[in-house]
């Protein structure tokens, strides 16, 4: 029965960038422990001779060459950005604590 | 920032043992990213090589590049790696505004090569050499670059806000990461450096990478930790991110070694986190402390399919890798018969390629290191270029070496041949034609010249005849400057000790 505590949903919150009020933490841990709940009852079907698999088709080696091909234009790519862009590059918030 | 107390070197290597890992990113050359066929051509105009694949656009897919992989392969062979018969990629998850899809596509636990070496020469320890273990390396993609704006320096502090530009955003990158290295003790900041540069002239040699640390296309993080002199124990250590030159390396090491020991030696303890190096000043700040692992919530890549490199493929890249740089150094420099000094000087002066293409086209060894190290090498410094940039093939430099040899011209006029040949006036035999420069061969001419001396310098001429050779030199002059330098000044002297004795 996986459990998950109001301090691991903090921590993922945080790590997440997500601020949540004391409430929400106390609203969203049981939410999340259903939701894992959920998922960990695949495990009662996944037995030993069963491997585990990232990927549903057994392919392997999927590739391209490498070859330049036309990507969108400057306009296209900030068309969809929520803050007005400046000096042809997104804005976005600054984030505190860390340096790139 | 505050700045810390550090212990000396010497102080701090007599209580303490420093053991070293590096962390080396490289971006490779592949015409298109990692992931998709935006351009990875370096300074383009902000967000013109992007596509919804690396700006994280919803419902777009990933496919990897066959070149990358293949480079991949290439450096973990030149690197004594095995290279894994399967594996796939990650999702490393974290949310910066960098990484578009808050997700960096990686390898974890399944890296393409792992468990190789390199030894790497230690300069300045007489042909010692230190054995540097290689962890893994494995692929991944290259992030957007961040300027912070509204703050006085550009850095984050005091910004108010970030621009991004997501054009290196998904170029392919190879992370290369040490084991600890330990026992160089006060060779660890020399060690450090030697191995970055010799990995740089590896991938180099390649062809794999620019490998151009100020346009970072080689990035190096620097770990290190203490423990105390003798235990053996392997102590907490920091990661100085984003040390991006050679001599940088290696001042970080010395910097984090005083700083540690000063931490230690005052009851403290060292904290596991990221620092900052500061070029300027030389020393590293704290940055954040390092997330776990898990915090990055790997897992595997669902977007794309595991990788099998085949077999006989691989054993085909192997066979066809070039010889690597320190082996070539090695038996060039016996090839050449060059002292260990004179092969640091010719590899230090970036003329290897130079004097081994002049050798090839016929030049004695020690004149083609003579004409590249010395002339050369003044008028590429007077002009600001690299060696290499010189207008000048090692072809005309073994020419000109030839007319030398042959007596055709001395080395004064040869220093002439290749002013023209730098200024663009042709081959040295079409500026020897243009300029006249070869020496005069006619005996004729060169014998009146002699007497004409003779008969303007009785005295010397009778010390001469007296025995004393020695005295010759200034009837040679004389000679020389009749014929404005264009004689070969060792048939003159024939000339004239036949006339005199
Ligand atoms: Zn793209």
């Known amino acids: 029965m996986p459990d998950i505590s109001r301090d691991e949903v903090a921590h993922l919150a945080d790590l997440a960038r997500i601020d949540l009020s004391e409430a929400e933490i106390d609203h969203l841990a049981p939410q999340l422990a259903v939701i894992l709940d959920s998922v960990a009852s695949i495990r009662e079907v996944a037995a030993d001779h069963v491997p585990p698999t990232s990927h549903a ?9 490498d070859v330049v091909r036309p990507g969108l234009t400057v306009e296209e790519a900030l068309s969809g950005a929520p803050v007005e862009p400046e000096q042809q590059r997104f804005s976005v918030p600054r984030i505190l604590g860390e340096e790139a | 920032m505050t700045t810390e107390r550090t212990l000396s070197f010497t102080e701090a290597l007599e209580r303490f043992d420093p053991t070293l890992g590096l962390e080396v990113h490289v971006e490779l050359n592949t015409a298109s990213k990692m992931f998709c066929g935006c351009s990875t051509v370096f300074g383009a105009e902000p967000n ?9 656009l919803p419902g777009a897919m990933p496919v990897l590049n066959a070149k990358a992989v293949e480079s991949a392969v290439r450096i ?55 054995r540097v273990e290689i962890e893994r390396a494995h692929m991944e993609e290259d992030t957007g670059k961040s300027l912070h704006v509204g703050g006085a320096t550009g850095r984050i502090h005091g910004a108010d806000h970030s621009l991004v530009d997501y054009n290196r955003a998904g170029i392919p990158l190879i992370e290369i990461v040490t084991r600890p290295v330990t026992g160089t003790r006060e060779s660890a900041p020399v060690v450090a450096r030697a191995y970055v540069a010799q990995l740089r002239d590896l991938l180099l040699g390649l062809g794999v990478s620019d490998v151009r640390m100020e346009q970072g296309s080689l990035r190096c993080d620097v770990n290190l930790s203490l423990s105390p002199a003798g235990s053996g124990l392997l102590g907490t250590r920091t990661e100085t991110k984003n040390v991006n030159s050679l001599r940088s390396v290696e001042r970080a090491v010395r910097y984090e070694i005083g700083r540690q020991a000063a931490v230690l030696d005052g009851g403290g303890s060292v904290v596991q986190e990221t620092r900052h190096w500061h070029e300027d000043t030389g020393i590293t700040t704290s940055g954040r402390e390092k997330s776990d692992a898990e915090d990055y919530r790997y897992f595997p890549e669902p977007d794309l399919v595991p990788i099998a490199p085949d077999a006989d493929w691989v054993e085909s890249l192997r066979a066809r890798l070039p010889e ?38 016929g030049a004695a060894p020690s004149a083609a290191r003579k004409w590249w190290l010395s002339e050369l090498a003044r008028r590429a410094n007077e002009q600001g270029l690299e060696l290499g940039d010189l207008p000048v093939t090692p072809a005309d430099v073994a020419r000109v070496q030839a007319l030398v040899d042959e007596g055709r011209v001395n080395d004064k006029l040869a220093r002439q041949v290749l002013d023209g040949v730098l200024a663009g006036e042709g081959t040295p035999d079409e500026v020897v034609e243009r300029r006249g420069l070869a020496v005069v061969s006619d005996e004729g001419a060169l014998s009146e010249a002699v007497d004409r001396a003779i008969a303007a310098n009785p005295d010397v001429a009778d010390k001469i005849r007296e025995g004393k050779v020695a005295a010759a030199g200034a009837l040679i002059g004389a000679v020389m400057k009749q014929m404005r330098g264009q004689a070969d000044a060792g048939r003159v002297r024939e000339l004239v000790l036949e006339k005199l004795t």
């Open chain 2, 324 to 361: 690597p740089p320190r082996e070539r150094r090695a038996r060039l420099q016996e090839d050449w018969g060059f002292s260990d000094l004179e092969m640091r000087d010719t590899v230090g002066a970036g003329a290897l390629e130079l004097v081994e293409g002049t050798i090839a086209a």
């Open chain 2, 48 to 56: 013109t090589q992007v596509c919804p694949v690396c700006l994280g």
């Open chain 2, 76 to 130: 973990g062979l030149a690197l004594n790696c095995d290279i894994a018969s399967w594996c796939r990629f990650a999702r490393k998850n974290y949310f910066y505004p960098d990484m578009p899809k808050n997700f960096q596509t990686s390898q974890y636990d399944e890296p393409i090569c792992f468990d190789g070496w390199m030894d790497v020469t230690v300069p300045d320890a007489e042909g010692q050499s230190v």
């Open chain 1, 57 to 65: 088709l057994p392919l392997t080696n999927v590739f391209r060459e």
